[in-house]
């Protein structure tokens, strides 16, 4: 049992593509949008389609996790963009179950200034309503955030309390390394970790943990901000994927990298490859 390193990949020109893409570059997994991130509508996936894609996404090491649009909020105030959160997210589920993904990332939401706990509320109320209308195999993962603006995720509690308050046998967790360091968990400094790592335990358990993704951060510990940088150049630097590699190289899960893209695919090999000889050494 071994962490399945892989990359996000593009879906442009289909979700067939993407396996293309993935094993290009080496992947014992990957992560896809099913949908172009930035739009509502989803593309139709056709049967034929579906069936290409469970075979050869069935050859990788561990199945493709999937990442839903940066566009839903389930904890939006404006009742529409509420409404067209949940349509859009039941049909994402949807459009998972057909290519048979697991888990769809997600970030929680945002309260748009209404309050945590008012937010944390239609989160889970948001999440009842979805899976009253899904009732397909495929699994909400709720992604940690850098807390940006007024997203909620950037405290392990939010996730514990969406955990406990909701559907819990229809979510899962991710953890980005980027985010929970610009949310202010210093990971690379391998006290401090030992505190983080048991808190996560205590809060979330590493059992619900069935997507990690592994970023490097341009952003300062705190600054509550989220860019990516290549492992081992940015604020975390090794020593941080030493640590969480020390607890995760076991877990049989897709550990994701979603770092700057080139022209070409050689990032994507060596940040790659640099962690596979982390998760190797430590
Ligand atoms: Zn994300
Ligand atoms: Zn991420």
Known sequence: MTLCFGSHVSIAGGVCNAIEHAERIGCDSFQIFVKPNRQWKLPNITDDDADFFYK?????????????????????SNEATLCKSVDTLVAELEACDSLRIK?????????????????????VDSLAVVFNRFSGKCNVCLELTAGTGFNLGYKFEHISWILKNGPAENLSVCLDTAHVFGAGYDISNEERYKEIESSFEDLIGW????????????????????????????????????????????????????????????????????????????
Do not use: M, W
Request: glycine residues 10%; hydrophobic residues 30%.
């Open 207 to 282: 059992d619900n943990l069935k997507c990690l993704h592994l970023n490097d951060s341009k952003c300062k510990l705190g600054s509550r901000k989220d860019r990516h940088e290549h492992i081992g150049k940015g604020l975390i630097g090794l020593s941080g994927f030493e640590n969480i590699l020390s607890t995760c190289k076991n877990f049989k899960i897709p550990a994701i990298i979603e770092t700057p893209k080139g022209k070409s695919d050689d990032s994507d090999k060596l940040n790659l490859k640099i962690l596979r000889e982390i998760s190797c050494k430590v």
């Open 56 to 76: 050869k996404a069935s050859g990788f090491s561990i199945y493709p996790v999937a990442h839903s649009s940066y566009l839903l909020n389930l904890a939006s």
């Open 103 to 123: 888990n769809l990332v997600l970030h929680p939401g945002s309260h748009g200034g209404d309050g945590e706990d008012v937010g944390l509320q239609r989160i």
